[in-house]
């Protein structure tokens, strides 16, 4: 096992397979940049199937248990179901999941399903069709992505995760009323504090709603005591309801960092490997496997690489204002 820096292991891949989506979110993708010229990558500017399978089996190798699939909006890249097929016959791989927008899921959930896909993680800001769709952009309503979480429940890629950024003064009275449609149903809300990933979103630390504003406006209508964690670095604080009617979750990177656990790499959708959701620089691996590297010449490139890593920036930036230049954008290497 390779241990980084301050001691932690490899344990999580995250994997982009493409920097397109169909939300323009105001947190992720603002219209205002990513507009009708902003200019995408081109098709071989991506990892193949082929090359993302040869990186996954090689971050297996160094110790990775769990793939997700992010983008971007992953569902958008064709052939989607061909590449969860290769992913999943890699020996070694114990939890194969993929965050989306919801968009496309209810059309798309049987054959993920039957592709080899274990679970979904479903993006939905509000239960308010106003704030929903003002959030991402489009006109989206929140019935679609409803559809479209059924569908996966239907099929069994349970339980479904559901994702909401909660950011001040847009969407935090929508909190309760989204405690209040999933209670009971299997699924698992997590929200999660309005982060500054990337440069283009213009976050400010007044925006952030934390963590334990979400917990106490949900308590006082639906009580909740705390519970432990899944696994050493999950990254969401667990709350249940003392009724019996399910759990959420409460991702709290903004004002209690959880650098001390973290065992997440990142691949971006052009191939560059980051060590942190928050990083200005990756490595780039899509030279080595097109420059004809080994599996050695790869499983020494991720040690080399993860042994070096030190990355903490989220413990840095809640004690301190520090500049640390331009971040890669999350469409680039998914939450």
Known sequence: MTLDRLGRPLHDLRISVTDRCN???TYCMPKEIFG?????MRREELLSFEEIERVAAAFVRAGVQKLRLTGGEPLLRKGIEDLIGLLGRIEGVEDLTLTTNGSLLARKAPALKAAGLDRVTVSLDSMDDTVFMAMNDVGFPVQNVLDGIEAAASVGLTPVKVNMVVKRGVNETSVVDMARHFRGTGHIVRFIEYMDVGSTNGWRLDDVVSG?????SINRTFPLEPIDPNYLG????????LDGEGEIGVITSVTQPFCGDCSRARISAEGKLYTCLFATHGTDFRQLLRGGATDAELDAAIASVWSRRDDRYSEIRTSQTVEIGRKVEMSYIGG
């Open 23 to 25: 939300f323009r979110c």
């Open 36 to 40: 009708r010229d902003f200019e995408f």
């Open 212 to 216: 334990k504003e979400i917990v106490a």
């Open 234 to 241: 999950e990254v969401a604080q667990r709350y249940r309801y």
